[in-house]
C-alpha cells in the first residue's frame, strides 16, 4: 500500500521568510496531492492540491511542485505571516483508494 | 452554515462504555469518511461510505460501527470503549470516491477514554 513521509516534522520561520516542507510517496500509481492545513482546534483544511499530470501550481504565496520520477512533492510557502502557523499535512491518493496522509509538519511563525 | 459538523465535540468516558459520535455534511456529497487523530496528529482512515454504502473499512476493531442512515450522515459507535480509544475523531466527506476529489473535514470529536 501507499506510504507517505514527510519532512520536518517541525518548521520555525522568521515572519517574512519562506517555508519548504517535502513529501515522498511510495505508490507510483497516485495521482492526487493535496495538502491540508490544520489549527489549533480544528479540522483540516484543504489549502492546494496537484494532480499528477501537473507539475507545478501556485496559488499567491502558496505553491506546489511534483516531481513524479522521484515520487516527492513540496509545499513551499512565501512570505509567511503569523497566522500561518499550523500543522500541515500532505497527502496522496490513487483512484479509488483512500488518502493515505503524511505524519505532519508543525510550522511556527516567529514574529 | 457549516458543512461538516460533528457532535460532541468533546466526550470523555470510562473504560468499558458504549458511545456514538454524529456526524452530518449539508455539501450534497456522495462518500463520507471517519478519521483517527492520535495524540502525534497522525491522520488514519477508517471507514468511507459512499451513498450509504460501505467501501472502505481499515483494520479497526469491530467495536467500531459506523452507520449510515442516509447520505448526509455517518454516525459512528464504540462499544466497550478502551483507553487506547483516546483521540480525536474527524469526520469529512467529498464529492465522490474517486481520486482527485477535495475532502472537507468536520471540526473534530476529542475522545478522552479514563
Known amino acids: 500500500g501507499e506510504n507517505v513521509e514527510q519532512h520536518p516534522s517541525t518548521l520555525s520561520v522568521q515572519e517574512g521568510d519562506s517555508a519548504v516542507i517535502k513529501c515522498t510517496y511510495s505508490d507510483s500509481a497516485s495521482n492526487y496531492f493535496p495538502w491540508y492545513k490544520q489549527e489549533l482546534g480544528k479540522g483540516p483544511q484543504l489549502i492546494i492540491d496537484i494532480r499528477s499530470n501537473v507539475g507545478e501550481k501556485k496559488d499567491q504565496r502558496i505553491a506546489v511542485t511534483l516531481n513524479k520520477t522521484a515520487k516527492h512533492f513540496s509545499l513551499h510557502i512565501t512570505e509567511t505571516q503569523p497566522e500561518d502557523s499550523a500543522v500541515y499535512f500532505c497527502?496522496?491518493?490513487?483512484?479509488?483508494?483512500?488518502?493515505?496522509f503524511g505524519p505532519g509538519t508543525r510550522l511556527s511563525v516567529l514574529p | 452554515d457549516t458543512a461538516v459538523s460533528q457532535t460532541p465535540k468533546y466526550l470523555v468516558t470510562q473504560m468499558g462504555n458504549d458511545k456514538s459520535i454524529k456526524c452530518e455534511q449539508n455539501?450534497?456529497?456522495?462518500?463520507m469518511y471517519w478519521y483517527k487523530q492520535d495524540s502525534k496528529k497522525f491522520l488514519k482512515i477508517m471507514f468511507s461510505y459512499n451513498n450509504k454504502e460501505l467501501i472502505i473499512n481499515e483494520t479497526v476493531p469491530n467495536r467500531f460501527s459506523p452507520k449510515s442512515p442516509d447520505k448526509a450522515h455517518l454516525n459512528l459507535h464504540i462499544n466497550s470503549l478502551e483507553l487506547g480509544d483516546s483521540a480525536v475523531y474527524f469526520c469529512a466527506s467529498s464529492q465522490g470516491p474517486t481520486s482527485g476529489i477535495e475532502q472537507f473535514f468536520g471540526p473534530g470529536t476529542r475522545l478522552t477514554v479514563l
Open positions: 455539501l450534497g456529497h456522495d462518500t
Open positions: 497527502a496522496a491518493r490513487n483512484y479509488g483508494q483512500n488518502f493515505v
